[in-house]
């Protein structure tokens, strides 16, 4: 079955970076900057499908994208997919007809319906090649071609560059809207240089004059904070600002204030001097990104669309709040140590550095969309403790969850994107997990949205420390995205921030590309590798690959130890207890964990098998068997007999400024234990009926 939403709906081709883009749910018009209160619906109606079509249930596929049609009447995939359930059911006339309104309304893939399986039936018919030919020709004069045609809005260097619904389309998948302009020639010329007030402003000014570095024409400036903090464009000639229209800020959605949501086909920087600050769920923009599988997948479209946003910590990174409260690391954004205004001394190291570039190498790296990686580079290559220090490129020291002003280097930011030619470009890193243990839920853990805590995204694995296990381990590939010519590449693994000692990386191929990595259980509180007088409760590693002039910007495998619990292992590194309740008032990311009032002492046979533990709720105490069921009634020889299921769920405070607990609740499911042995000690549970 080759439906539209069964495939891989968006991401990066490796081997030449380019977008995933067969026919994204995207809609524009008149109502565009709305569609973001549709999402959750639209998520829904997207997972009933796709349920049904992995459960080959072509009239539960119908009903769904029946109900995308209602709720989307122009979208042509889910007009796309309907045809497919109708053909797949025999409906051969309906199929015909909705596959005719899904190219009216845009669907061009002529090459997906040709050789689409579900269509195998009415390949021959006059009417689906009548389709194939409608969405070949192109469309008539002043007739739009469905949901996703747009007027890119013409934008001047220096200029402003107007979000519309015109030059808007609601991108379902992605979450995001993209907005399209185009620009005129330009070339810097002698009044430009002479304009120019950034940093270096002699070395730049020059280069502008002289025509050795490109400037910032064709490059957007994108602030996300009504003005709070705003960047002086005029310092930058040729930077245009982007101006949301009054049905963008007349939304409800508010899609122009706060954490960017956009995509532009222009490069972008951009920032947001905002936070969240009230109730339980108080971050910085930066962390409620980061802890969002959602929002992750977008900051990597807005990394490889050359879009670079600065957002300050705020709270998230203080000695007398929670130290570093980042659960995650990326490279996709800088993160500013400090609240308003602290972005300022970034966008304008960042917006000289992409004026730096000459024009071949901008060229070069906006027409393959690394000037995002390659910025983040030069940024994290020429803080003042990394250019003082050999080899601390590959430490800590240079990717930091969070950045210090006092760490910036601007003249020297500059200067390295000036010298740098199309040659040299770095390389962009991605990584992919081959394998990894599987801690299992109501056993292993009891938190219960596992897939909200970690993800994986392309520059950026991120998992929660789940578990009782003394380590977790993962096999990890590591792959490169190079301009044309790049050859011989080195790999290079790091431990950012945790302690090495607990931390084992195994090269599984000889270059070192791919690695076994081994991190062992971080007690939470260890040092930030920022500010050793932060405490943190993250482990980064690294990857790096090296074209023989730059390293390029990390690959980051972030880990997160949860702080509203207390273990103890044994000398065997056998778990003992785990102690929630005395860890409850503890800060850890809510988004990530709920808080629990119970503590679990684990037991063992004389060898040392887990057989199950004991809970202590206060003065009440539960047995669980090695399993996670809760022990009923137990035979002569102690061992459980009859045990029953239990469920873990989160219970909200009466107190909007606290977060939720987590509550254990008992299972209508009961099981009979059977044992191999009066030696077994462990056992096997039978459901009952």
Known sequence: MNCVRCTLRSGVVLAAL?????????????????????????????????????????????????????LLPEDPTFAYNLACALALQGK????????????????????????????ATLRGHPDFIAAIAEAEAPPAAGVARGMQDVTPALV?????????????????????????????????????????????????ADWLRTGRAAGNAGDLYDNRDEGHSRLAVADFPGLARVIYGPEARNAGTRPHYGAALFLYNLPTLGNSSTALTQGPFWRSQAR????????????????????????????????????????????????SRGSSGSDQPFLRAIAATMAAFTPETKRALVQNRLLAPTVQMILRATQRPVAAAADAYFTGAAHPAVFAQTNLDEEAMVRM????????????????????????????????????AHYDSPACVARVFRGVGWSNT????????????????????????????????????PSGQAVEITVAYHEPGFPSAADPALRASRVDI?????????????????????????????????????????????YVDPALSYRRNWKDVYRYD??????????????????????????????????????????????????????????????QRTFTYVYASSEDTIGRPVADD
């Open 417 to 452: 994107a000036n010298g740098m030619t199309s040659n040299t470009v770095p390389p962009l890193v991605t990584l992919r997990v081959l394998g990894e243990q599987q801690a299992i839920h109501g056993r292993d853990f009891f938190d219960g949205f596992p897939a909200a």
């Open 606 to 667: 004389d060898q040392n098998r887990l057989t199950g533990w004991v809970r202590h709720h206060g003065a009440l105490r539960e047995s669980f068997t090695p399993h996670g069921l809760l022990v009923e009634t137990r035979d002569p020889r102690g061992r459980a007999k009859t045990a029953r299921a239990v469920r873990y769920l989160p219970r909200s405070s009466a107190n909007e400024n606290v977060p939720p607990d987590l509550v254990q609740v008992k299972d």
């Open 288 to 335: 409620m990104l980061l802890v969002n599988p959602l929002r992750v997948a977008g900051l990597f479209n807005q990394y490889v669309s050359n879009h670079i946003y600065v957002y300050p910590a705020h709270q998230d990174f203080l000695a007398e709040k929670e130290g570093d409260a980042f659960p995650f690391n990326a490279p996709y954004l800088v993160v």
């Open 542 to 586: 690294g990857a790096f690959a090296h074209n023989g002039t730059h390293p390029s910007a990390p690959a980051i495998l972030s880990i997160y130890f949860l702080n509203n619990e207390a273990r103890a292992y044994s000398d065997d590194r056998r778990i003992l207890w785990v102690d929630y309740a005395s860890a409850s008032g503890r």
């Open 156 to 204: 001047a260097p220096g200029g402003e560059a107007w979000v519309t619904s015109t030059n808007t389309v609601w991108d379902f998948d992605g979450a995001q809207f993209k907005s399209f302009f185009t620009t005129p020639p330009y070339e810097p010329s002698a009044t430009a240089a002479g304009a120019y007030k950034g940093p270096a402003q002699p070395l730049l």
């Open 92 to 119: 051969e006339r309906e199929a015909l007809d909705t596959l005719r309104t899904a190219v009216a309304l845009g669907f061009r893939n002529t090459e997906m319906i040709r050789a689409d399986s579900d269509f």
């Open 474 to 509: 993962l096999a990890v590939a590591a792959q490169a995205v190079t301009l044309p010519g790049a050859t011989n590449l080195t790999w290079r693994w790091a431990v950012l921030q945790g302690d090495p000692a607990k931390v084992a990386i195994r090269p599984l191929t």
């Open 18 to 70: 380019a977008f995933l883009t067969v026919e994204p749910a995207a809609a524009a018009g008149a109502n565009v900057f709305t569609m973001p209160a549709l999402y959750d619906r639209f998520a829904a109606i997207k997972s009933d499908m796709i349920q049904a079509i992995q459960a080959k249930d072509h009239a539960a596929m119908e009903d769904a994208c029946r109900a995308g049609r209602a």
